[in-house]
C-alpha cells in the first residue's frame, strides 16, 4: 500500500515531486505549476531537476471514495447511454431476424463504453465519455480486442491442460485473477498482445498489491449488484428485463470507473504519471510570483535568508505592488536586514498597504517593525495619522498617542491636524482617563483653527467633558 507522502515544508500538502540529491519531496506548494513550454522544473535547493510522482500521492485510495463511483454513472452521458441500451432491449424482440445482431451490437457499444470510460477515469477525469464517443466506430476495435482476450485465454487454457491439473487450475485462477487487469491495461495500452501478456498482468497486479485483491472484492461485490435487486426469474416480464439492463449497464459502469481511478491512483507505480501531466493554464507573471514565494520559503526555512530575498526582490521588480511578494521581502528583511534597509522597506510597504486601504494590516507591520526598531517613526504625517487612526479603532489608544505626539511641530503644515488631535483627545479621555489633557488638545484645535470643521466637534466634545468633570470630582 503506498504510504502517503507530503510536501517536506508542508505536512497537509501531498507530494508530488522528488529530488534524489536532497531526499526532499515537494508538493505543488514548493514547486508551483509552470506556464506551458517550461522544462521540467528544478530542485531550489540544489538546482538538480526534480522526478515527477504524478498523482500518486495525491489520489484518495479508492476505498476511501466508494460514494464517488456509485454516483459516476448518474450524469448526463451515461444516464443517456443506459437509456438507450434500455430502450433497444425493449424493442429487439420485435425486429425479428435482427434481433440477435442488434443484441450484439448493443453488447459491442457496451463493452466499449465501458473501457472507455476506465481509460477516461484512469486521466482523472470524472465525466463520462459522450454519447458521440460511445458510438463512435474508431474505438469498436476494443470490443474485438476483449473478445480476442477470450479467445487468446482459452486457447492458452487448452493447452496448459496437456501439463496435468495443477498446472490448468493454477493458470485458471491466475486468468481468474488477472482479468481487471488484463482489461484495465486494454482499456489504458489498448494493445491486445499487453492485455494478454501474463508478465505485464502480473506486473500491474504487484504495482497495486493488496489493494488489488480488494478491488477485486469489491469487483465481485458489484457484478452481483444486478441479481440483488432483482432476483432470479424465470419468465422475465418486459419491465423485469428493461430494468436489470439498466442495472447491468449502471453497476458495470461503476466497476469500470473503480478500475479507471486505480490506474490513476497507482499512476506512480505503473510508469503512467508522466504521461498524465494535467497542466492548469497558469501565467508567466503567476508563475515567477508563485516560484518566488515557494522559494524563498524553502530557503527561509533552510537558513538561506540572503537567497530567499534574492529570489523575492528578482519578482518584485516587475510586480512591485503585489501585496504578497511585499510581505514576503518584509518578513525576510525582518530577520537580515539592517534597521536602515528595514526602516525604508516598511515604510514603503505600509504606504501600499495603506493606498489599497488596509490600514489595520499596515498597522500591524508599524508594530513589528517597532519591536525591532524601538524609535521608528514613519515619515509622513498622513501615514502617522492613518495608522494611529487604525491602532485606536483596535483600541491600541499609546501606539496610536506615540504616532500623534507633537504632530504640531513636527508637521506644522499638515491640513489633518485637527482631525489628529480631536483624535489624540478623545484617546485620552477615553482610554486613558485623562480628561484634563484632552481639553488641552481640544482647546488647541478651538483656538488654532477656529473656521475648521473639527473645530465645533471639538467644542461640543469640551462641553461634554466639562460637565462630566464636576460630578467625578
Ligand atoms: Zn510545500
Ligand atoms: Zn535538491
Known amino acids: 500500500m503506498s504510504e502517503a507522502v507530503h510536501c517536506h515544508y508542508h505536512q497537509n500538502n501531498a507530494a508530488i515531486w522528488h529530488c534524489e540529491p536532497c531526499q526532499k519531496h515537494y508538493g505543488d506548494c514548493c514547486i508551483p505549476n509552470m506556464p506551458e513550454g517550461y522544462d521540467e522544473p528544478a530542485c531550489t535547493l540544489c538546482s538538480e531537476q526534480v522526478t515527477y510522482l504524478g498523482a500518486a500521492h495525491t489520489a484518495e485510495p479508492f476505498w476511501l471514495i466508494i460514494n464517488k463511483f456509485f454516483t459516476y454513472p448518474v450524469q448526463l452521458a451515461s444516464l443517456s447511454f443506459l437509456m438507450i ?76 491442460s496437456s501439463l496435468g491439473w495443477i498446472a490448468f487450475f493454477a493458470a485458471l485462477f491466475f486468468m481468474l485473477l488477472g482479468m481487471p487487469a488484463s482489461t484495465m491495461i486494454l482499456a489504458r495500452e489498448q494493445s491486445l498482445f499487453s492485455a494478454v501478456n501474463p508478465i505485464k498482468i502480473a506486473f500491474v497486479m504487484a504495482a497495486i498489491g493488496w489493494p488489488y485483491l480488494l478491488l477485486y472484492f469489491f469487483l465481485i461485490v458489484l457484478s452481483g449488484g444486478p ?132 490600514d489595520h494590516e499596515a498597522a500591524d507591520i508599524y508594530l513589528e517593525v517597532r519591536k525591532r526598531i524601538k524609535a521608528y517613526m514613519p515619515v509622513t504625517a498622513s501615514d502617522r495619522f492613518k495608522l494611529a487612526k487604525a491602532l485606536s479603532e483596535t483600541g491600541r489608544a499609546r501606539e496610536a498617542l506615540r504616532l500623534l505626539f ?11 491636524i485637527p482631525e489628529a488631535y480631536l483624535l489624540v483627545a478623545k484617546m485620552l479621555s477615553e482610554n486613558l482617563n485623562n480628561d484634563e489633557q484632552a481639553k488641552v488638545y481640544l482647546d488647541y484645535i478651538i483656538k488654532k483653527y477656529p473656521d475648521s470643521k473639527k473645530a465645533e466637534e471639538a467644542t461640543v466634545f469640551r462641553h461634554v467633558l466639562e460637565q462630566l468633570t464636576p460630578q467625578t470630582a
Open 85 to 160: 441500451s434500455v430502450v433497444i432491449g425493449f424493442l429487439a424482440p420485435y425486429t425479428g431476424p435482427a434481433a440477435p445482431i442488434l443484441s450484439l451490437v448493443m453488447m459491442a457499444v457496451l463493452i466499449k463504453y465501458s473501457l472507455q470510460i476506465i481509460e477516461s477515469v484512469s486521466f482523472g477525469d470524472w465525466e463520462p465519455p459522450s454519447l458521440e464517443e460511445a458510438f463512435s466506430a474508431d474505438a469498436l476495435g476494443l470490443f474485438f480486442k476483449q473478445i480476442a482476450i477470450f479467445i487468446v485465454g482459452g486457447i492458452a487454457l487448452y493447452f496448459i
Open 227 to 358: 441479481a440483488y435487486f432483482i432476483g432470479f426469474q424465470l419468465e422475465p416480464s418486459a419491465g423485469t428485463v428493461a430494468a436489470s439492463s439498466f442495472l447491468g449497464g449502471y453497476f458495470s459502469f461503476v466497476m469500470y470507473a473503480m478500475m479507471g481511478y486505480c490506474l490513476y491512483q497507482y499512476q506512480a507505480a505503473l510508469g503512467y504519471a508522466a504521461e498524465m501531466d494535467d497542466y492548469e493554464e497558469v501565467s508567466e507573471e503567476a508563475y515567477r510570483k508563485n516560484k518566488a514565494l515557494a522559494d524563498s520559503l524553502i530557503l527561509m526555512r533552510e537558513g538561506r535568508e540572503e537567497e530567499a530575498l534574492k529570489a523575492v526582490k528578482g519578482a518584485l521588480t516587475s510586480a512591485a505592488s503585489d501585496l504578497q511578494l511585499n510581505k514576503r521581502f518584509f518578513q525576510l528583511l525582518m530577520l537580515t536586514a539592517t534597521d536602515e534597509v528595514l526602516k525604508k522597506f516598511a515604510g514603503k510597504y505600509t504606504q501600499r498597504l495603506l493606498i489599497v486601504r488596509k
Open 406 to 416: 507633537n504632530m504640531h511641530k513636527t508637521f506644522p503644515d499638515f491640513a489633518g
